[in-house]
């Protein structure tokens, strides 16, 4: 047993502040979310889910972290390998670019899309004499999404790879291993939990992304909104109800994903204790 | 297969890693680099390995330049320090590896796969670990492991970086006959680098002693226990009583003594270092004029040899080895008071005299 000097008061005040807190911001807003979802009853959430707006904002979300998730694996293992395991100028400097996602507010972020593509933009005459359009559709939203979801692969797999160093890809080479069976065979399985974890955050990064995504998408019904953005739209609109069960929907992947974080996680710690 | 290194320069920043390095290893040798951490020995092997680029100079394999030879095209077996077993591999797997990788027309079947996987499991002796992982094995297991999967792909050299590093004394020792054994059984050429010199005197056929990116001495491990060729040499390897002093022709003059050194001749009078094995000296009750007068300080007769500590009448400290039989006839104690002399001394050099 861990020595207990604090009085007994003093833990139980400390824990139940823990307490409070946790009830307060967490468990209280999701029992709320649920019982708003199902204020009007069962009948009436999955008519609200079933709305051709709601299912087309669904698909939106599920499309672009479809299209995110997988480019930003790749880009993060990609990334993560050149930092963790060569020494190169001009490191910092993409390491830092790489947590330039986290640190920008994601209406900036989504502003430097309208700045760059948009109708007044940089390259917005060029885009709409050729007849492409990214603001205010799919592929904005896509690009929206893929920058604020940019460092989660990267940011979990560098400390991993650095931690393990690069004996075992030598050890492979110099037993005549090709760089390329060297990466599937050795390096590949030794980050596959890290890459498992860093796919969850990016997911659910990915389809609750609001701000940047909210700038570029334009709110057309059924045409260019996610989840997040027809949560609010209902929500606007005094459909309280409705807009609860749609924020359900998202809650509920929230969960998801926290179960399946932490189900790595004890892999992974099942992992290092061997 | 041989292997020639001809003025090899390797800078990582400002640190000279290998500092012109040439040397020759002939096919079929056991050599031990020899050297502190930081001497360069592992940036050696490295480059041999084709693990690490060096900025100048020339690595021959079999007379051949290996400048355009990649790490894996060499044929070169690596034992990591801390082994590098593939952690997710069974030991299988991982002895199987290098065979596996290989191109599909070179590559052999399955059951040659496995013959061969379980004889090198039978030539380390782990046949029974087939099944485990790397995790679930003991040091000295591991290194073992690492060693067969090393064999697997039949390499024309061996190299071994620390291999008996981090393993208790008693495998360690057992690991280093083995190797003498293998290394005599097989003849692959083997370089194996280490910063304990009783292993490196133990096993090799030739020591190869380095010390700040440079090699101070390469020879026989007789010869360069023998005959350093300078004082770092001659510290390293062992322990070693430094004096300063006056050489005369047969004497040494360290402070008001003067000890008698057979078979010294020198030019004339000048002043050096003296350096002395512990077992150059000679303890004795009877009193010389050519001796140090000293107090035991500390006597440890627990091993082979009796080691003793002494302190001299000016107060500098002595450290003497001297046998057990030896120590029957002296019957000495701490405190007591003895004379020393010396048998032999095992380097001098000259100092400019500053005076």
């Not at chain 1, 959430?45 to 709601?54: I, N, R, V």
């Not at chain 1, 930092?83 to 910092?92: C, L, M, V």
Request: charged content about 20%; glycine content about 6%; hydrophobic content about 50%.
């Amino acid at each position: 047993m861990s020595a207990r000097t604090e009085p007994r008061i003093v833990r139980y005040f400390l824990i139940s502040i823990a307490l409070a807190f946790f009830g307060l911001f967490i468990v209280l807003p999701l029992i709320c979310v649920f019982h708003n979802a199902f204020a009007k009853g069962w009948v009436f959430y999955l008519k609200t889910l079933e709305q051709p707006d709601a299912l087309a904002a669904m698909k939106m979300t599920l499309i672009a972290a479809a299209v995110a998730v997988p480019l930003n694996l790749i880009f993060g293992v990609a990334a993560s390998w050149a930092i963790a395991k060569f020494e190169f100028k001009g490191k910092g400097l993409l390491l830092s670019l790489i947590d330039l996602p986290l640190s920008v507010s994601p209406v900036i972020a989504g502003l430097i899309f309208i700045l760059l593509f948009g109708a007044q933009g940089f390259l917005g005459p060029w885009l709409i004499a050729h007849n492409i359009r990214i603001i205010f559709a799919m592929p904005g939203i896509i690009l929206a999404t893929i920058f604020v979801t940019f460092p989660m692969v990267a940011r979990e797999l560098i400390p991993v790879m650095k931690s393990q160093g690069n004996e075992e890809e030598e050890a492979a080479i110099t037993l005549g291993a090709s760089g390329w069976k060297t990466f599937w065979m050795i390096s590949v399985p030794n980050i596959r939990w890290g890459i498992l974890y860093g796919i969850i955050l990016c997911n659910a990064r990915a389809m609750g992304e609001f701000g940047a995504v909210s700038v570029v998408s334009g709110h057309i019904r059924g045409l260019t909104n996610t989840l997040p953005l027809h949560v609010e739209i209902l929500y606007n609109e005094y459909q309280s109800a409705a807009a609860f069960a749609t924020a359900s929907v998202l809650a509920l992947l929230a969960i998801i994903t926290l179960i399946a974080k932490s189900a790595v996680e004890a892999t992974i710690r099942q992992g290092q204790r061997q | 297969m041989g292997i020639e290194l001809k003025n090899v320069y390797k800078k990582f920043g400002d640190f000279k890693a290998l500092d012109d390095v040439s040397l020759k290893v002939d096919d079929g040798e056991l050599l031990a680099l020899l050297g502190p951490s930081g001497s360069g020995k592992t940036t050696l092997l490295r480059v041999v390995a084709g693990l690490d680029f060096f900025d100048e100079g020339q690595v021959l394999f079999s007379g051949r330049d290996a400048q355009n030879q990649k790490a894996r095209e060499r044929g070169v077996g690596f034992v990591f320090q801390h082994y590098a077993l593939f952690r997710h591999m069974t030991v299988f797997d991982n002895i199987a590896f290098g065979l596996n990788v290989q191109p599909r027309k070179t590559r052999p079947s399955r059951q040659e796969i496995r013959a061969k996987v379980m004889e090198l499991l039978k030539l380390v002796q782990l046949e029974w670990l087939a099944e485990r992982y790397p995790w679930q094995l003991s040091g000295g297991q591991r290194q073992r492991i690492a060693l067969a999967r090393a064999l697997a792909v039949r390499p024309k050299v061996l190299l071994l970086d620390e291999p008996f590093g981090s393993l208790d004394a008693q495998v360690r020792k057992e690991l280093r006959a083995w190797l003498r054994r293998f290394h005599d059984e097989f003849h692959i050429t083997t370089i194996f680098v280490t910063h304990d010199q009783e292993e490196a005197l133990e096993v090799a056929d030739r020591i190869v002693v380095m010390n700040k990116g440079r090699i101070e001495q390469a020879g026989t491990p007789e010869d360069v226990y023998h005959n350093p060729v300078n004082a770092f040499v001659l510290s390293f390897l062992g322990n070693v009583n430094f004096f300063h002093c006056r050489l005369e022709e047969g004497k040494a003059v360290i402070g008001n003594t003067t000890l008698e050194v057979p078979g010294l001749s020198v030019d004339k009078p000048q002043p050096a270092k003296l350096y002395v094995r512990p077992n150059q000296f000679k303890v004795s009750r009877v009193f010389s004029k050519a001796a140090f007068k000293a107090v035991v300080e500390y006597v440890n007769p627990a091993g082979t040899i009796v080691k003793i500590n002494l302190k001299t009448e000016s107060g500098e400290r002595i450290y003497v080895e001297i046998t057990q039989e030896e120590l029957k006839q002296l019957k000495i104690r701490k405190q007591e008071k003895v004379y020393v002399s010396l048998k032999d001394v095992s380097y001098s050099e000259y100092v400019k005299d500053n005076s």
